[in-house]
């Protein structure tokens, strides 16, 4: 699927600005369709290549990437998202994540939501679970906590909670991925022994 993308460049001042930029993004893949003073637009096919990376290519050359309020937006939702579902978060009592959100970004949760659903495709909501699953995947196969800990550190009201998420969107119940851990553990048990 070809996705367009368009991106404001600050630094482009004159024709050898916008030949260097098409060429450094020409270098990264992508497909250039039009470059002007300040702007540049281009097709995007298969992975979305982040502003970030892009920016960090056109710092050198003394460029930098204008980022849309929207896009800084997401992207602050999606790092207070990985600070409290890390498991490090400490959980208050009757913890909401809209109210947390609200306090630290400083905006109504509904415009939130609707920014985020419009650039991800995705509610919060089902971004949350997706992350959580993905962090109890890594903590069922990477250590020996119990359900019950990571349950606690991951913000699930139980561990009945936690194992009916974790199936709905996996399939699997979490006792695989702890199989999947212990697999790990006799090979390399086996390959320590020889």
Known sequence: M??????????????????????????MGLQVTDVSLGEVSFSLTGDNHDIELIDEKLKPLGFSVLMDKRVKLVKSIKALIEEVYSGHFDFAPGFRFSELASERLQKDYNSITSVFTSLED?????YIIDF????VKEFLVYTTQTLADISFRLGFSSVAHLSRQFKTVTGFNPSHFREIRNDKQRISDKSARK
């Open 2 to 27: 070809i996705k367009a993308q368009k991106v404001h460049i600050k630094g482009m001042v004159c024709d050898r600005c916008i030949s260097t930029v098409k060429s450094e993004l020409e270098n």
């Open 132 to 135: 959580r699953i993905e962090k």
């Open 122 to 126: 995705t509610t919060i909501e089902k």
